[in-house]
């Protein structure tokens, strides 16, 4: 019988991660496996490689796009040369569970999966994904900052924490003045308009910033509205929800859109906007101090995998200084590593404005209110559906 994670397990840690967050700074329009040393594994920690899956096969599903082409780049040499395994990268974006839910429980069609809580938590519930023993993937606790490991799904067994980008306000500065707050988009909305990303979990946390801000409050309050008043931020959304020009689909269907003048401004992910900035296109976006939402994202192993040993190895091979270093070096892409963020930030001003890297930014992250997303789901989905994006 598959195990399943209580909705109260869910929810226990608010947010899935505690903290507040400091203020991501202006992105400006300008262009070894020693890892565990001095850790304990517990029983039946997950092989170091040398050979040790000789033969063997791993398929990871990833996310499309930018995720996808760091694996196959760097996961996929590293970890085969490690053990001797043949690794598969597979991609999706919100289809990647469906995939999963449609498999034989003996036979999934991915041995590791990355997703976030608005699928991942509900398909733990639906019992899709096997606990594990976390001392198995030392690399976890030995290197990722302690705040992205406080979550449940790692408290529980489900799921290795990883963190991505922030919401960040975004403008094509060849159309309009910079945006600064996100009640600016419906105040000043600029002739070519504006996008919002067609998925709830950011825009609607977008939409609630916009109403705190209307309603003569502090910046970050959108949250406090989320968890006292959903009903009127839902009502605020879908009375403006036609307001918006282009509800994004991906990252890359929004910067394409921002960068070519289809709209003004919008909400993005920040990492979208560093190779654009970086070539030079006329974008610039900041995250509104006391607004920061991060994304939560988690690695978890399907149930019926071909070999726990191995899913578990790779989970280990990710949380490795040596991938890590990788992630931040590409420019990228977020480093759960705190020194070797802190270290590469130092060399690359436009990554550090993306993605936390001192002690004191790791310490007060946050992310979506996703404990108010999966208490909520079926009502937000009914009004996001059919009065916002009607």
């Known amino acids: 019988m598959r195990s ?19 203020a991501i700074p202006l992105l400006g329009a300008c262009a070894g ?21 000789d033969g063997e ?6 996310y499309s796009g930018l995720t996808e082409d760091l694996y196959r780049a760097n996961f996929v040499p590293q970890f085969e ?10 991609s999706a974006w919100t289809e990647g569970i469906a995939r ?38 030392p690399n ?10 406080d979550t449940t799904v790692y408290d529980q067994g489900y799921g ?6 922030a919401m960040t306000l975004a403008t094509n500065t060849e159309l309009a003045e910079p945006f600064t707050t996100w009640n600016e988009l419906l105040a000043r909305t600029p002739e070519q308009g504006f996008m919002l990303y067609n998925l709830s979990y950011m825009s609607l946390y977008t939409f609630a910033e916009m109403m705190a801000e209307a309603e003569g ?13 959903l009903e009127g931020v839902l009502s605020f959304a879908a009375a403006n929800g036609d307001r918006v020009g282009f509800y994004w689909p991906s990252t890359s269907a929004g910067v394409d859109a921002l960068v070519n003048g289809e709209v003004a401004a919008g909400n993005i992910h920040g990492n979208g906007l560093l190779a654009p900035i970086r070539d030079g296109a006329p974008v610039t976006g900041t995250v509104p101090p006391g607004t920061e939402a991060y994304v939560q994202l988690f690695f978890g192993v399907p149930q019926g995998v071909r070999n726990l040993d191995l899913s578990l190895a790779a989970l280990d091979h990710i949380c490795s200084r040596a991938f890590q270093q990788t992630l931040a070096e590409s420019g990228e892409y977020a480093c759960a590593v705190q020194d070797i963020a802190e270290d590469y930030a130092g060399t690359d001003d436009l990554w550090a404005a993306a993605f936390p890297s001192t002690e004191a930014q790791f310490d007060a992250l946050k992310y979506y209110p996703y404990d108010v997303y999966a208490a909520n789901a079926d009502r937000i989905a009914e009004v996001w559906d059919n009065e916002v994006l009607r």
Request: proline residues 8%; hydrophobic residues 40%.
């Open 4 to 22: 399943r994670l209580s909705r109260r397990d869910v929810l226990r840690h608010g947010s899935l991660l505690a903290g507040a967050a400091g």
């Open 33 to 53: 496996e020693d890892d565990t040393a001095g850790t304990t594994a517990t029983e039946g920690p997950a092989p170091a490689g040398g050979g040790d899956f």
């Open 57 to 62: 096969e791993i398929t990871l599903l990833v």
């Open 81 to 90: 040369a490690l053990t001797g395994a043949t690794v598969t990268i597979d």
């Open 100 to 137: 999963l839910e449609a498999a034989p429980d003996d036979a999934p069609p991915f041995d590791v999966v990355l997703t976030d809580p608005t699928q991942g938590l509900p398909a733990i519930e639906q019992g899709l994904f096997q606990q594990f023993d976390t001392g198995r993937v």
């Open 140 to 149: 976890a606790a030995a290197n990722f900052h302690p705040s992205l490991l």
């Open 160 to 165: 290795i924490p990883f963190i991505s980008s």
């Open 217 to 229: 409050m502090d910046p970050g309050q959108g949250r406090d509205l989320l968890e006292g008043d």
